[in-house]
Each structure stands twice: as structure tokens, then as C-alpha cells.
């Protein structure tokens, strides 16, 4: 309808823009992690948090992102103003050229990375616990506030502390390249898993 109030999402963004930036910026964080090779040419191993993120994001932006944006009488811009379909094709084409890219360079090499990433996983159980929970948290919320036009301050509260919590993971990430030539890397999973839970959450309460 020409006369339809249009409804407003966070931070007056486009619908699912907040999200799109959240699933552009894990992919680009996990196919950098895959890419990178230690001065000895061995691999550096996948944290878990980018691993259970990328998983929530694909399923959540590919399954349920589509049905909060399509079919509408009056479409609004698609998320980040793109084209639409953009952010769809560059993950798939990111994702499967880096992968394509190293098991074809390097097959040896990432199946050490996968086994290594396993193993890795064995210790730094966290973000197992914390990313899913922030997810059905942020669905309980969603609930309780509604779904349809929440309260825009609770609208914007929610992307800018998601917003934050990814570039803290962002920086973690930076942090695992820069340290991706020493021994003895340092790390703060727990602090990790807190930040990917918070990253979770924000996709729970816009399921």
C-alpha cells in the first residue's frame, strides 16, 4: 500500500542490516583464519566460537533472515542498501573459494587445520555452552518484548551492544593473526565465549 507506515528497524537501518554486517564480518574472520599459514607453513587452528557463530549465522540469515524481509507490498532497501541477494552470493563465494582455495593448495595442510581446530576444541569448551545459550536467551527475550515493532531504544541497545561484542571479537581475531608466528600464542577463551554469547544473543531476540 503507498500509504503504509513503513516499519523501523535498528538503528534505522534496513531490515536485516545489523545482521548482515554481523554474518559478512564472521565469514571474512573465518576464511582469514583458514588462509593463514605460520612462518613454519603450518595452519593456525579455527577457533570455536568463529566455527559455532558461522553455523548460527548461515542457518539463521539463509533460513529465517528471508522470511523477516521478503515478500512485502512495499520493499524497503535491501540490508546495508546492497543489491539484493548480494551478501548471500558473496558468503557463498567466499566460503567456498577459500575453502576450494586451501583444499586444492593445501590438502595436507587443512586437514591438519580441521584436526587441529578438533582438537583445540577439546579445551576451549566455552563458546559450546555460552553461544547457544545467548541465542535461546535472546529468543526468551524476544518473547517477553514482542516481535512485531519493539520499543525502538530496546531496538538500538541490542545492535549497538551486538555491534560492540563483534569488534571485540574482531580484535581477538586481529590478535590471532598477529600472533599467528608465536610459539606460544596467548588467548582468552573465556572471554571468547562471553562475547560470542553476546553475539548470539542479538540473533536469538531477531529470530
Known amino acids: 500500500m503507498a500509504n503504509a507506515i513503513r516499519r523501523r528497524h535498528a538503528l534505522g537501518l534496513p531490515a536485516g542490516s545489523v545482521r548482515a554486517a554481523h554474518v559478512l564480518t564472521i565469514v571474512g574472520l573465518t576464511c582469514a583464519t583458514i588462509l593463514i599459514q605460520r612462518p613454519d607453513g603450518s595452519s593456525v587452528p579455527i577457533p570455536m566460537y568463529l566455527v559455532l557463530l558461522l553455523i548460527l549465522m548461515l542457518g539463521h540469515y539463509f533460513a529465517a533472515h528471508g522470511v523477516t524481509i521478503a515478500d512485502r507490498e512495499d520493499p524497503e532497501p535491501s540490508p546495508l542498501f546492497f543489491p539484493g541477494g548480494l551478501v548471500r552470493v558473496f558468503i557463498v563465494l567466499a566460503l567456498a573459494g577459500t575453502i576450494g582455495w586451501k583444499f586444492y593448495n593445501d590438502p595436507a595442510g587443512f586437514q591438519q587445520q580441521i584436526e587441529d581446530s578438533i582438537n583445540r576444541f577439546k579445551t576451549e569448551w566455552y563458546p559450546l555452552v555460552s553461544i547457544p545459550a545467548g541465542f535461546f536467551v535472546g529468543v526468551l527475550v524476544r518473547a517477553v518484548v514482542g516481535r512485531d515493532n519493539p520499543p525502538r531504544l530496546w531496538q538500538d541497545l541490542e545492535a549497538w551492544i551486538s555491534v560492540l561484542?563483534?569488534?571485540?571479537?574482531?580484535?581477538?581475531?586481529?590478535?590471532?593473526i598477529i600472533q599467528s608466528s608465536v610459539q606460544v600464542p596467548f588467548s582468552v577463551p573465556m572471554?571468547?565465549?562471553?562475547?560470542?554469547?553476546?553475539?548470539?544473543?542479538?540473533?536469538?531476540?531477531?529470530?
Open 165 to 176: 561484542a563483534l569488534v571485540g571479537l574482531g580484535i581477538d581475531a586481529v590478535n590471532l
Open 191 to 207: 572471554w571468547e565465549a562471553i562475547l560470542g554469547g553476546v553475539v548470539a544473543f542479538y540473533f536469538g531476540a531477531r529470530s
